[in-house]
């Protein structure tokens, strides 16, 4: 590992104390942190059984997470796991190293807080331990009154991800359509009888995403309303000037030409902020990010696609929740599109990159595939998008106030 991501790692590591506390029942046990591909992990067999737990493999590269109260369902090499019934993003991947199963950290300190029953983490002290007046039983894995239970310490708000407004408030959803102006992006179709231009589905998208959430009660600031070109960085600052509570960047997708058929591609998929994975999550990131040869003014150490990992440490706060956000928003989408789904992905890509809260791009289509490509300038079927996209903020936000409220003293 070298360049950005080798200095992020080394500036995650010296940070990071050498291991987590748990307080279950009996002695605490110290789990060592590990570094698995520079990110903070800790291993299954030490962490689930001192929290009371077991660590059960069903399948090949498949292993279930039985804690009280809930049962997480992972595999290797997949950021996400499965607990009743739904499918929860995971910041990496959980992965076998050398026969023996790592769990990404913030598998650990935010995701079983948040399904199992009683465990709070107290990021002050790195401790994990069971809620006040109960204890984990290793032996029968369940619940009890216990004497010697400590009082949970609840989160610091720092370490909060940002409120979205609360059911007393009005919820404030930013809507960006992206491109605009001189920056057409994308156009097509490949070999077609017709033309569209990126700059203008995105922004008929916007505009009914936005009449959609008003709807439903919600404040809706759009980064253009016009064919305008707004400065990728500048988008984001709007975003947080008008504390916004979602960022939705709206773009269209375009096929490489390298690809053996790639007029034939089609499909959707959602991106939250963080390293491309993939030589695909590049090309997108590549593809969106060249607007920012249209700004007459680039400051380019601050537009860094990686800067975000060392410098704002502030978007860190917010990947966990863009990543859920973005597995809500691509459910939504497959119960409507006729296209597959490709995932969710990550990626670093400028215009989410200032925008501190829950952000997310998404592809709607490949506008250079002709079937794809009618189909998105159909102005019903993007009132049929930006209904989907709209429920998708919509469950999201409520479920967040319910993980917010159930926090609250």
Known sequence: MTGPAALAALALALQLPGAIVVRGAGRPVEVPIVLMDGAPAVRADEAIPALGGRVSRVAEGRWTLALPGATLDIRDGLPFAGAA???????????????????????????????ATGLTWDPARAELRAGAGTVFSPASNTVGPGAGAREPVRKPASARPSRPATPRDRRVVVVDAGHGGPDNGMHGPINGRFTIYEKDITLAVAEKLATSLRARGVRVVMTRSTDTLIALSDRGRIANREHGDLFLSVHVNAANMGWTNPGGARGFETYFLAEAKTEDARRVERMENEAIRFETTVDAGKHDALAFVINDMAQNEHLRESSELAAIVQQSLARMHPGPSRGVKQAGFRVLVTAYMPAVLIEIGFGTNPAEAHWMNDDRRQQEIAGAVADAAMQYLDRYERRVGAQQP
């Open 85 to 115: 019934g739904a499918t929860l993003p995971i910041s990496a991947s959980p992965r076998l190293v050398a026969g023996v199963l790592v769990l990404p950290l913030q598998l650990v300190t935010e995701l079983l807080p948040r399904t």
